[in-house]
């Protein structure tokens, strides 16, 4: 129960900082939110896709809405997630297109949480910025950032943020500031100027490099059926299909790091189309039914898991000051938990705010366990996950086999997800649901591996492995032959 309202600034007009924003004001708190960018509000959807978000390039790449964020949306700002359909967001309901190879599936009644919504991420920005602005109690500065925090030391030492210091000189004050300026937040720097400790990070690369190209469907043309797969990962390439708002959609490519060669060649936009044109479940998106919005692609390096400890042996590295988004974990984009992880963390604050207005301390240590609890466990399965992807990658680079060693547990657990898990997806209703309940961040995401009776239903099926056809063709199986039809 909220105690008493607070002033709140929340430096970051993101996905994170803009949920906040709304969040707090509808539970009574006056919040400012400081964007560097200089960014009118524009008058549509298209106009939104124009956005000048140079402090935030992720915003021209592919962006999934899962079911956790879209529920959040449906059952907390019911008219927020109308204005998304009003403005030409869609649903994409779990059942709705189910693979050919499944037989007998019956809708339950949980199914109707399992919605992933469907926008771009410029358009999710745009009216989520309306709608904090509408409540009254949020004020927005744009195109000035922030150089610093204010801050004193209370009589036990602990530094104690009570606002910022902008780039134009001026100093705001607040009872709590917020970072949600993302990964490249410079929240490390202000808190270390003010004396407070330094920042533990844990930092892993994720080991690719991102390429992404937007699309408007033609007149007299919709969406390729998405009975089958919409992404998938070749080892040497990942790629995925993102249905967008009003007609629009994007087609994502991933190369490792260390491919040089596919790196380069992707930036070039007749090269991207016609890589994308080699994998099956992209080549249906541009068989002609779609033209670009832009002439280029976007591109993306420097990718890195990272969570930042902002809690160590028990004590908050400063008071007044909490970070959220990806100013305090970032996840492989390629999973998709970007966003819905970011509007997730604030309503934790909002949470922990509610019950600890009146002690920094406590609200911080309040929100650091919500966090490692709810949140982190998603951070860590995308770390071993991108693990095991890097190696692949780098045998496949290398010329080699990445399950030559047969002893090797990583081997035989490739099998099973790739000879097990995704054949049971197609004809297994009750796999199908728990793979994409995880998907959305519904469970937990080590349900598929706890549960007896998944585990049971999966390896079932890769143990008659020998029984089936071979699995179908996704694109070229080796990369040399992809890298040849990309430069005939």
């Known amino acids: ?82 204005d ?37 991420r410029t358009t999710f920005e745009w009216v989520l910025r309306r709608a904090a602005l509408a409540e009254g109690r949020v004020t927005f500065r744009t195109g000035v950032g922030v150089e610093g925090v204010v801050s004193t030391q209370s009589v036990d030492g602990a530094v104690v943020v009570s606002g910022v210091r902008l780039a134009d000189g001026a100093e705001l004050l607040a009872d709590l500031v917020v970072a949600a300026n993302g ?34 469907l033609r007149e007299g043309f919709d969406y390729p059926p998405r009975s089958g797969p919409i992404g998938g990962d070749l080892g040497y390439v990942k790629y995925g299909v993102f249905v967008g708002d009003n007609r629009t959609f994007s087609v ?16 070039d936009p007749a090269v991207f189309d016609s890589a994308a044109r080699q994998l099956v479940a992209t080549a249906p998106w541009l068989d002609g039914c779609a033209e670009p919005l832009s002439d280029n692609v976007h591109v993306m390096a420097g990718l890195l898991n990272r969570w930042r400890e902002f809690v160590i042996d028990g004590e908050p590295v400063a008071l007044g000051l909490l970070p ?10 390629l999973y998709g938990r ?19 207005a009146h002690d920094l301390r406590a609200l911080a240590l309040a929100y650091d366990t919500s966090l490692r609890s709810e949140i982190y466990p998603w951070y860590r399965a995308g770390v071993d996950q991108d ?24 081997t035989f657990m490739r099998g099973v997800f790739r000879d097990g898990l995704l054949p049971a997806m197609r004809s297994d209703a009750v796999v199908f649901r728990a793979f994409f309940r ?17 585990a049971a239903r999966v390896f079932a099926v890769w143990q008659d492995r020998d029984n089936r056809p071979e699995e179908p063709r996704l694109g070229p199986k080796r990369r040399a032959e992809f890298v040849d039809l990309l430069t005939v």
């Open 1 to 82: 129960m909220k105690t008493s309202s607070a002033s709140v600034i929340v430096v970051g007009g993101g996905v994170s900082g803009l949920g906040l924003a709304l969040i707090l004001a509808r539970r009574g708190h006056d919040v400012t939110v400081i964007e560097r960018d200089h960014t009118p509000m524009p008058q549509s959807a298209d106009e939104a896709f124009d956005w000048d978000r140079r402090g935030a390039p992720q915003v021209r790449h592919s962006h999934a809405f899962l079911a956790r964020l879209r529920n959040l949306l449906l059952n907390d700002y019911p008219d927020v997630y109308a």
């Open 84 to 120: 998304l359909l009003h403005e030409g967001a869609t649903e994409m309901r779990f059942g709705d297109d189910l693979p050919p190879e499944m037989t007998g599936f019956v809708r339950q009644a949980d199914d109707d949480e399992l919605v992933m919504l469907a926008c771009r």
């Open 183 to 216: 990964r490249r937040s410079a929240v490390n720097e202000w808190l270390t100027e003010a004396g407070a400790a330094e920042i533990a990070e844990e930092v892993e690369d994720t080991g690719i490099v991102y390429f992404s190209r937007f699309y408007r």
């Open 252 to 267: 994502t490519l991933a190369t490792p790091t260390a491919d040089n060669e596919l790196r380069k060649i992707l930036t």
């Open 324 to 333: 959220v988004g990806d100013a305090v974990l970032c996840t492989n984009p």
């Open 338 to 356: 970007g966003c819905s992880a970011a509007f997730w963390g604030a309503h934790l604050i909002a949470e922990a705010l509610d019950e600890n």
């Open 387 to 410: 693990a095991e992807a890097r190696r692949v990658s780098t045998a496949l680079l290398a010329g080699d086999d990445p399950d030559g060693d047969t002893t090797d547990p990583r």
């Open 438 to 454: 995880s998907f959305n961040l519904l469970t937990s995401p080590d349900t598929m591996v706890k549960d007896p009776e998944l």
